[in-house]
């Protein structure tokens, strides 16, 4: 059981980097509070006929924000970090399931669709690949004027004509005469996506969600699109929130960031903070992480381990500490840590050493929740050996983040009971510079921290 | 495997002027221009270049992997034959245990209905039919290990791994043929940043260790950077510059490259730069240098001849007037080239 109650909200409410208040100076553009977007799993029919339930995937969990108007916030994160699912949430795409998000002043949770679409005028979104954004069997004329139609904001043929034609020349495509009739099939990637934003602000929004705009582009393409998204945030007020997973565009254009992981921030602050000294050891891969083309930056070689994990069974405690290379006792650590541990051993051993300590170990039971303690089970019947196995494999490298997690381990018939250090939840901790919700940076756990690690 | 160790510095494959024509509605499109390229044991050739600028085609061409009806000319030399003249039975014989190739999307070159241990007994069955079946299981864990894929999961579906462990299990089912030749063809672009960066650590160690010649193509110039030691730079179906990595992306010689490099928005990006235009037309390329419509160095030649190719020290080479001889450019051509300015909207 964690040791501390997961009370987000009380350290949630002025995350870091409080944004400047907005030129009314009252009320925030947008505040979103604890929103929560869950799916449920659907299982089996067997599984509904029994009354199981197949899960939950938290895909956003708990997140809390503000953003003021004419700010960019960057949520950034890998795929399956929620990133994606968040951003269609403020704008009812998604239905969020708990939680708040208000919108100049309006609750957009719960709020019933006439009213939803009404507000969707005053916030769009940018889609990834433009090609698949733009219907193409209507003329680029027809796909930009779509909003207006649907919100019923022209007067008549002409008018339609008259504010397809300025949307056109405001993003670019211009004399916009030359693409009114054409199909999206007859334009490059860059001047679809152009079209892409051109029918986002036809409406002239005040917010854009912009989810991975220039990530299907060419490298030389995309500082055009960039350029043109800051040139009509300076034009239009527009306040953006720009959904990607490279900090490279981000760190340009973003005023604060959020970094996401598993549905929930890691950490969040003002972006020039977040870049000089990123504190959670997730923002510091995704930074290192970046192939950079100058011959002097070479990748670390201590890449964080494995891909995002599964949602419907997130790891214990901090979701990132089975991938975490600064993970220490009270990340979380669990008996699927083990698993993932030998598996990484076996990968490459050869075969009669594999299997000889595959005959010792068994397969344990994976439990719904964190415990105290879980049980190895000896494939052999003999708990020494198995024991005597796993001491083997701690001696071989006991720098290993797991074993901080390990109090004790003791043979007995028939299994190995591992004695784990209780898991603690990060909750966000504003400081200096960021908040992150990172262990290393919270005070009352600092005692648990290896030595060599200290002080970093 | 293969032949005796040949000579380090002689070429495992060498590409002569070859050409690639595709029939479009409106005319033949040139995707790979007369493109020459030599890659030895042991290196890595990143070929680098924005979406139609041919050098998919360039790995397609080189494992006779083209559709029906392209056009394809000049020669591919490996072990002293010529691929582009060989049939397709002989191409498809030679295509694992001697070129091996990864692709974007693993997922559509696996079978979902196949365990990982069928695809590895498929793939050594075909090409070693003698092999054990105890043979064929320690070759697949071996090549699955050194890819970081543990031996439980040999029995699993595709479905059961996630992005990235279907691409190691893709670049094992390569080598477990041990290829001379390997063609990667963005083999990261699918995958999140830090598994890009697992992935791309994996092929710089599998090259140092296994000796295989690598083409690596890419869009993304971060990535040739961290895993090549050399660099073809493609504009227009040519390759406009080559040359070792680092001097190439420390003191690029062609203006593409230059402005290319210049356009990468990296983290230590202070202010956006754009390369004006779009990419030339395949069908109806701009005579003369392709790059001259948007090149800022343009001179008067630059439009009216196509640069010769300047061999510079070390192994080095690169298409462009600025480069060429002195005496190359007749009297008043190196005159800047006076254009128009280029509207935004004509871009890629």
Redesign the interface.
Known sequence: MPSKPDAMTDTLDAPGGTPAPDATGARPFISVKNLKTYFEIRGSVFDRLMGRDAGTVKAVDDVSFDLAKGEVLGLVG??GSGKSTLGRSLLGLVRATGGSAVFEGQEIVGLDERSLRRLRSRMQMVFQDPHAALNPAMTIAQSVGHPLKIHKRAKGAEDQRRQVVAALERV???PAE??MDKYPGDL????KQ?AVIARAVVLDPVLLVADEPVSM????????I??LM?DLKQKLGLTYLYIT?????A??FCDRIAILYLGRIVEIGEASAL?AAPKHPYTQ???????????N???P?N??R???PDAAKPPHGCAFHPRCPRAFAPCGWEIRDLTGLL??R????A?AD?QAE?ALIGTPKIPDGPEAASRLPAASGDGAALLALLEKIRAEDPAEPFWTGVKAMHAEAGHVTIDWHTPVTPRLIAGKGTAAACHLHDPALAAHLPKAADGA | MSAAKPHPDTPVVSVRDLRVYYGTPKGPARAVDRVSLDIRAGETLGVVG??GSGKSTLGRGILGLLPEGTGLAGEVLYKGRNLVTMTKEELRRMRGPELGLIFQEPMTRLNPLMRIQEHFEETLRQHHPKLSKDEI??RS??A???T??????YKHYPHEF????RQRIMIALALVLEPTLLIADEPTTAL???????I??LLADLKRTSGTAVMLIT????????ACDRVAVMYGGKIVEEGN??QV??DPKHPYTR???A???????RK????PG?PPSLITPPPGCLFHPRCPDAMKICAAAAPPEEQLEGRRRVQCWRHSATGAIPAGQNAPLGREEI???F??
């Open positions: 890998e795929s670019g495509l211009s030359t693409y490059s990637g860059g001047q152009r582009l060419d490298m030389s393409v995309r500082s055009k960039l350029q800051i997973h490279d900090m490279a565009t760190k340009f870049y891969a995704l930074l290192e992480a970046i192939p950079d083309p100058d011959p930056h070479t990748l070689r890449l964080p494995g891909e995002i598996e990484a076996w990968a490459g051993m075969e594999h595959r | 924005e979406s299981r320690q864990l071996q699955l290990g050194r970081g894929i543990p031996p439980t999961r996630s992005g990235g462990m999140d940043v830090i598994v890009e960066a697992q791309i650590r869009h993304n110039l971060g990535i040739v950077a961290e990595a680092r992306f420390a402005e290319l490099l356009s990468t928005i990296a983290l230590e990006t956006l730069h754009t390369i779009a509207s935004v909207a871009e890629a």
